[in-house]
């Protein structure tokens, strides 16, 4: 589809909501599903992938409500080529204004020998039987050729062909591990809409991983290939290294306009916001020399770049800090800052927050700015982000005293509210984490192991706060907690029971699913 302005429209279908949340640890409440999905309407995503509606009663309601709640985007739900899958998805979104029902089916030889144990012919049924399905409930129907990129072009173009014959608008040809590379990936493209009658009339989409860190790119070259939408997420978040990042692919075809002839409806001064909120809630870190949304993206440490920035910004930046929603100037914020100082100094890092939650956050705000001679903008989005991503928690850490030290055995007294009851226990530990972990352990009894302690500063000097990542797996579960604090042993018993929290969550959807 051409603009008005000549350039090709590429659709964006944003995931993070269902292959994102498939990452161990980064499962979101209901709640923060509706929140990620409302912003990534206002920032102008198409079609937002709201979940798999068959894994779980609480995937379903989440999609549902997503639908009933969009105006603009279309809202697609998951579904494996099997009838019950596809039922489900389009009870799910047939609320929405624009429905969508996503169904795959694997294709590739060594998928049909050791997955799906059918041969090509058989699949092909599958492919007529569940897409005509799919357009009986809606108009719009995406199918997926799971791992397209070792499927021979051949056998993918006949089930390509079934696919359009049975009903499908949207044709996506994923790159499921990872493996391609990009002049492979545009040429599976080409070869489609030069071999199967009726491509034409389709949308092709992308559907790239990142395990040889070429997702990106080879949406691009899909893209280039023919294809005119692109499945990505935000911050890259995914299965294994993730998909390809939506801000990448959106700032790479607004930047090199020159050579990547395409836009896209989404507007790039939402997307520090949009980061900070999946980082958030997901408890998923963004790296720091992460694109576009790193928090050293925009920073320049070399006397070399320093100087060339001064003299002329172009000179080390191919694209401007507030294009993306990054303000070049910025409040001084210290104990004497007021409440609206602090209120535009959220507005300016992109946090939105209602009178309650600001009440909070200023709060915790004063109290960090008494105990810190500098706060610094690291120090208050992990502040905030530390109250959005444990508001609902059913535990929380009240208070923590530990005895450490060369003379006598590590010990700590924690106290927790337990779903509004105060426990307190004290306990000793090879050290005062394990003493802190052990307290809570006895409080809130699991057998989570821990695979991942790490600790980093915030920001630099003796009095930065702590942030903490911890990754618990209880019976094939994984997940992440996170939490800050100026001191270090609280930001570790507060990500603890952050990850327990996130536990407690997966607990119950697996219990649900299995009523249900």
Request: contains cysteine; negative net charge; glycine residues 8%.
């Amino acid at each position: 589809m051409s603009t008005s302005n000549g350039k090709d429209r590429v659709v964006i279908f944003d995931t993070t909501l269902r292959d994102g949340e498939q990452s161990p640890g980064a499962t979101m409440t209901f709640e923060e599903k509706l929140e990620v999905a409302e912003l990534l309407e206002v920032m102008g995503v198409d079609i937002i992938e709201a979940g798999f509606p068959i894994a779980s009663v609480g995937d379903f309601e989440s999609v549902q409500e997503i639908a009933k709640r969009a105006d603009k985007a279309v809202i697609a739900g998951l579904a494996r080529a099997i009838p019950g899958d596809i039922a489900r998805a389009g009870e799910a979104v047939r609320i929405a204004r624009r429905p969508r029902i996503h169904t795959f089916v694997s294709t590739s030889p060594i998928h049909l020998a050791h997955q799906m144990r059918r041969s090509e012919d058989e699949v092909i049924e599958i492919i007529a039987a569940t897409v005509a399905q799919a357009r009986n409930l809606v108009d719009d129907v995406e199918w997926s050729a799971m791992d397209a990129t070792r499927t021979p072009l051949p056998y993918l173009a006949r089930c390509v062909a079934q696919a359009i014959k049975a009903g499908a608008t949207t044709i996506n040809l994923p790159d499921t591990v990872g493996y391609a590379t990009p002049e492979e990936y545009g040429a599976i493209f080409r070869y489609m809409l030069e071999h199967v009658e009726g491509a034409a009339d389709v949308t092709f989409s992308t559907h790239c991983h990142d395990d040889l860190g070429l997702a990106v790119a080879n949406s691009l070259a899909g893209v280039a290939g023919g294809a005119r939408q692109i499945e990505c997420t935000l911050n890259g978040l995914g299965e294994r290294a993730g998909n390809a990042a939506l801000e990448e692919v959106v700032m790479a075809i607004r930047t090199r306009a020159d050579v990547l002839p395409y836009e896209t409806g989404v507007d790039p001064t939402y997307l520090t916001r949009a980061s900070k909120l999946v980082s958030a809630v997901s408890n998923f870190p963004v790296q720091y020399n992460k694109a576009i949304v790193g928090r050293n993206a925009f920073a320049h440490e070399s006397g070399i770049h320093q100087d060339g920035m001064l003299k002329n910004a172009q000179t080390f930046e191919i694209m401007t800090p507030e294009s993306v929603g990054v303000k070049a100037t910025s409040l001084v914020m210290g104990k004497h800052s007021g409440r609206h100082a602090f209120r535009e100094k959220l507005k300016e890092l992109g946090y939105e927050l209602g009178d309650n939650a600001l009440n909070e956050a200023f709060t915790r705000f004063k109290a960090l700015a008494d105990r810190k001679k500098h706060v610094y903008d690291e120090d208050i989005e992990a502040l905030v982000d530390e109250e959005i991503a444990h508001a609902d928690d059913r535990i929380k850490v009240l208070s923590l005293t530990v005895i450490a030290g060369t003379l006598g055995a590590q010990s700590s007294t924690v106290t927790l509210d337990v779903e509004g009851e105060h426990k307190t226990v004290q306990s000793t530990g090879n050290g005062p984490v394990d003493a802190i972990f052990n307290s809570i352990k006895s409080i809130v009894p699991n057998e989570a192991v821990l695979e991942l302690y790490q600790v980093h500063a915030v920001t630099e000097g003796t009095d930065a706060q702590a942030e903490v990542s911890v990754r618990l797996t209880e019976n094939g579960k994984t997940v992440t907690g996170r939490a800050a604090d100026p001191d270090t042993l609280v930001a570790s018993a507060k990500a603890y029971v952050s990850g327990l929290n996130k536990l407690m969550i997966k607990r119950n959807s697996t219990n649900a699913q299995a009523v249900a």
